[in-house]
């Protein structure tokens, strides 16, 4: 099977994972993150308490069915991005924004750590009206809060159809872990987050 027709099932999959429960379990909800290198954004979230499931994807570009190389190259528009499936009954959106804020550096523009382009930009892509909400009322706290020393960056934008990346990205911190952790930790990832965050950094 073509890369592109898998990746296209596997949205389909995810698309009736989110939308359906399953007979005799709760309704399940989907949240949408951009925050910098996917692989991250996706370990850090699996490891929440009522995620189901993370996929490492693309989202917000105008190019269908991109591929990693063009999304990496910042000629799509897309950013590497993470979507959530959730119980809302286990954790909750706001939660889930929460761990988001604590996750990333907010205050720097189409860029995170050491990746740099509009494709590594953070981004809120939200549902319905009730997670734009939400999102907005969590970025106002933080604004006011006198937390960050510079102004929010992060983008809360309405959700587009999202590509889930290829396969080899999948749970990459699962299936590479010693480059994973070689990556993470040279990108410079936990020494910026414990400096905006402190002890909150990772939210976990």
């Not at 809302?88 to 860029?111: C, F, G, I």
């Not at 953070?122 to 809060?145: G, M, N, P, R, Y």
Request: hydrophobic share 35%; with cysteine.
């Amino acid at each position: 099977m073509k890369p592109s027709i898998k990746r296209a099932a596997a949205a389909v999959v995810l698309a009736l994972c989110a939308g359906f429960s399953g007979a005799g379990s709760a309704a399940t909800a989907k949240a949408t993150f951009a925050g910098g290198c996917f692989w991250c954004t996706e370990s850090d979230f699996e490891k929440v308490p009522g995620v189901i499931s993370a996929v490492s994807g693309y989202i917000g570009g105008a190019k269908p069915d991109p591929s990693y190389e063009e999304v990496s190259a910042g000629a799509t528009g897309h950013a590497e991005a993470v979507e959530i499936v959730f119980d809302p009954a286990r954790v909750s959106y706001q939660k889930l924004l929460y761990v988001y804020w604590r996750s990333v550096d907010p205050t720097v523009k189409d860029r995170q750590f050491c990746d740099s382009g509009p494709q590594y930009r953070t981004a809120i892509f939200t549902h319905d009206e009730t997670q734009k909400k939400l999102a907005d009322a969590s970025k106002a706290e933080l604004e006011k809060s006198g937390r960050l020393k510079s102004p929010i960056q992060t983008q809360i934008v309405a959700a587009g159809i999202f590509y889930p990346a290829e396969d080899y990205h999948q749970d990459y911190y699962k299936k590479n872990p010693l480059r994973y952790r070689y990556y993470r930790h040279d990108c410079g990832r936990e020494v910026r987050l414990q400096e905006i965050w402190g002890d909150e950094a990772g939210a976990h």
